[in-house]
């Protein structure tokens, strides 16, 4: 308030916001783990490949480091406490990680060799398809929890 008579401070204007959906805050966490695991798994391929290891093996090699760090953070973080059990949740994660593994190599080396593109092209093609494959298998399968609808709104 001013020291004035008769006149008022003014106060910075607020919108009321709601909170943030449990599920957004989740999937925002999600992507933050995903690139992450991208940075590893491009920098983990591109070494490999300029090292002389087939491109598909690459692939697969790269997306398994890059698993390895997701498992890590997407169990404490970004999925935390939605875990059944400690074992079944890592032997679920493993096989939906296998699949991805075995998704990418194959999906390199149809885009390099049936497609023409390079190594690093068909890695950057095929790895947004594997990326939402394995988060509608992880959130599904890994980490299924409660439903969003059943998620409380507000903290």
Same mark, same amino acid.
């Given at each position: ?7 008022? %401070? !003014? ?5 009321? @916001?709601?909170? /943030?959906?449990?599920?957004? +805050?989740?999937? $925002? ?10 940075a ?42 939605? %875990? !059944? ?5 890592? @032997?679920?994660? /493993?096989?939906?990680?296998? +699949?991805?593994? $075995? ?36 959130r ?16």
């Open positions: 308030m001013s020291s004035r008579p008769g006149r008022i %401070a !003014a106060r910075p204007m607020r919108l009321p @916001l709601p909170p /943030l959906p449990a599920e957004i +805050a989740r999937l $925002v966490r999600f992507c933050g783990v995903g690139a992450t695991n991208t590893i798994t491009l920098a983990t391929f591109d070494l490999l490949v300029h090292a002389g290891c087939p491109a598909w093996a690459a692939s697969a090699i790269a997306f398994a480091a890059g698993a390895v760090n997701g498992y890590h953070w997407n169990a404490r973080w970004t999925f935390a406490g939605r %875990a !059944a059990g400690a074992t079944a949740t890592r @032997l679920r994660y /493993l096989a939906v990680q296998g +699949a991805g593994t $075995v998704v990418s190599a194959i999906g390199v080396l149809g885009a390099h060799d049936v497609l023409g593109l390079a190594h690093l092209a068909a890695e950057l093609v095929i790895l947004p398809l594997v990326t939402v494959l394995t988060y509608v298998l992880m599904s399968v890994v980490f299924p929890g409660r439903t969003a609808e059943q998620l409380p709104t507000s903290a």
